[in-house]
C-alpha cells in the first residue's frame, strides 16, 4: 500500500523483566499493549490512564518505535480476510481479528496513538452494530443524548453550557455507539475537542439524538428521518472506504432511525437551560 508498509512478522520479543505493559478498554473492547521501549507505554498511560483495566481480555498488540519520518496523513485502512492493516505516516499496525493478536509501530507522542485508536476502535464499532460519531454527548437522568454537529456547529459550546449547568459530559467531540442485546448504549470517550478533557469510563442507555444549531432562543422540534440520516452519515467518524463498510454505515444508520429518537435542538448560549428540553 502506498505510503506505508503493514508489518507481517512478528516483533522479536524482549525479556520479559524489560517489558512494559498496559491494558486499556474502550467501548467494550479490550486492548492491550506490551513493549521493551517504555516511552510508548507510559504515553498510553498518561493519555488514557481513565480507561485502563488490565486483564480485560480483547486484543493484545507488541509495540515498538516509529517506522520512519514520513509526515503523517489521512490514516489508511485494509481488511484481508482476517487481517486488519492500518497505518499513516507515523504509525502502522497489522492485527489479525481471529486471534487478537498482532504488532504496532508507533511514534511516543499522542497525537499519533489517538489517531492509531480513533482508527481502530471506529473500525470496530461499525462492525459492532455501532458508530463513532462527531457529536457532543451529555448524560440526563441516567441516559446518554447525543448532539450531532461538524465543526462549528456548536458541540464544545453546547458541552461547556451543560457542564455548568451541572451535567455530565462524555464527550464535546467524538462519542461512541455500540448495538448490544438488542438497543443502543453509548459509551465513555476519550476523544474529546476544546474542553481537553482526558475522557471518562462508563456506559448508558441512549435516549436520543439531536441535529446541533445555534440560535437566540432555546426550541426542540422533530427532524424528518431524511435529514437525520443525511447529517448522521456526515457525521460518521469512519477511515475504511471499503464497500463494506458503506454497507454497514447504511445498515447501522437504518437501525439506529428506527430505535432511536431523532430531534432538532436550537439552543442559546446565553445559559445551560436547554437541557430542561431534552428528552
Known amino acids: 500500500m502506498a505510503?506505508?508498509?503493514a508489518l507481517r512478522r512478528p516483533l522479536k520479543k524482549a525479556p520479559a523483566s524489560f517489558l512494559s505493559r498496559i491494558g486499556l478498554e474502550?467501548?467494550?473492547f479490550?486492548?492491550?499493549?506490551?513493549s521493551d521501549q517504555s516511552g510508548i507505554i507510559s504515553v498510553l498511560r498518561r493519555r488514557y490512564g481513565k480507561f485502563r483495566a488490565a486483564g480485560k481480555p480483547g486484543?493484545?498488540?507488541?509495540?515498538?518505535?516509529?517506522p520512519g519520518s514520513q509526515s503523517p496523513f489521512k490514516p489508511a485502512i485494509v481488511l484481508t480476510g482476517s487481517r486488519l492493516e492500518i497505518g499513516r505516516g507515523d504509525f502502522n499496525s497489522s492485527l489479525d481479528l481471529d486471534t487478537g493478536s498482532g504488532s504496532l509501530r508507533a511514534a511516543a507522542n499522542e497525537q499519533c496513538l489517538d489517531a492509531f485508536l480513533r482508527s481502530l476502535i471506529s473500525f470496530l464499532l461499525l462492525r459492532s452494530g455501532g458508530f463513532m460519531l462527531h457529536s457532543a454527548g451529555l448524560v440526563k437522568n441516567g441516559k446518554a443524548y447525543l448532539f450531532l454537529g461538524k465543526s462549528g456547529a456548536g458541540k464544545s459550546t453546547?458541552?461547556?453550557l451543560a457542564?455548568?449547568?451541572g451535567a455530565e459530559v462524555i464527550s464535546d467531540?467524538?462519542?461512541l455507539l455500540r448495538f448490544e442485546k438488542g438497543r443502543f448504549r453509548a459509551y465513555g470517550s476519550p476523544f474529546w475537542g476544546e474542553m481537553r478533557a482526558d475522557g471518562r469510563p462508563g456506559s448508558w442507555p441512549l435516549g436520543g439524538i439531536h441535529l446541533l444549531g445555534k440560535a437566540r432562543e432555546n426550541s426542540l422540534s422533530a427532524c424528518p428521518g431524511g435529514e437525520a440520516l443525511k447529517l448522521l452519515l456526515r457525521c460518521l467518524v469512519?477511515?475504511?472506504?471499503?464497500?463494506?463498510a458503506a454497507e454497514l454505515a447504511l445498515k447501522n444508520s437504518a437501525r439506529l432511525l428506527a430505535a432511536v429518537k431523532f430531534g432538532r435542538l436550537k439552543f442559546s448560549k446565553a445559559d445551560g437551560s436547554f437541557m430542561g428540553l431534552v428528552k
Open 3 to 5: 505510503g506505508w508498509t
Open 59 to 66: 486484543f493484545s498488540l507488541e509495540v515498538s518505535g516509529a
Open 158 to 160: 453546547l458541552s461547556k
Open 26 to 28: 474502550i467501548a467494550g
Open 30 to 34: 479490550g486492548l492491550n499493549f506490551e
Open 238 to 244: 469512519n477511515f475504511d472506504k471499503s464497500p463494506r
Open 173 to 175: 467531540e467524538i462519542n
Open 163 to 165: 457542564a455548568a449547568a
